[in-house]
């Protein structure tokens, strides 16, 4: 668990009673950035934070007693990474309750998301973030991670995805 006294935040794995909070910040923090505007289901996905558990770590941010993010790292090995080769950790279904942008809560959720892949034994991490999600680049990019543009891909077509890339070593 990590906590910044200086800021009154919290980062602690998920517990069962977080997983409703969670999964509906991640979709609110979707749909308000523009990235989940679709009807393919995605947000199930997003939704199922306790699914999601059984084989990724769920990371929460806590901020007065209240959830206000959410992160998932997944090793290669997990069903939950779509991207991440050996010893690599794919970090997914990243979220900041909305009313929260700005403060450092994602910064402090990328930090601790960053010491439990480490934690688990990968050298590196890697993400995918849909090409027009500009404040989630320049947040990435602050954060130390680097474009690794020859695995960038695309579930479908009208969704391009951009691989970051981040040692661990």
């Known amino acids: 668990m990590n906590h910044d006294s200086k800021h009154g935040l919290t980062v602690r794995p998920v517990e069962p009673t977080d997983y409703r909070a969670a999964g509906d910040l991640v979709v609110e923090a979707y749909v308000t950035g523009g990235i989940l505007s679709d009807n393919r289901g995605y947000d199930e996905v997003l939704r199922d934070v306790a699914g999601r558990s059984q084989q990724a ?35 997914r279904y990243f979220g900041v309750r909305t009313d929260m942008w700005g403060r ?62 981040k040692s661990l070593a």
Do not use: Q
């Not at 206000?68 to 080769?85: K, Y």
């Not at 695995?151 to 995805?161: A, G, I, M, T």
């Open 57 to 91: 770590t769920v990371l929460v941010a806590i901020f007065d007693g209240e959830i206000v993010g959410t992160g998932t790292i997944a090793l290669a090995s997990s069903e939950h990474a779509e991207i991440a080769r050996e010893s690599e950790a794919e970090f």
């Open 104 to 165: 450092g809560i994602g910064t402090a959720l990328v930090a601790a998301c960053e010491k439990s892949a480490a934690e688990s034994g990968a050298n590196s991490i890697v993400m995918s973030v849909i090409s027009h999600n500009t404040a989630a680049l320049s947040m990435y990019g602050a954060c130390g991670y680097n474009r690794v543009p020859e695995r960038d891909w695309s579930p479908f077509p009208d969704v391009p995805l951009l691989v970051l890339h």
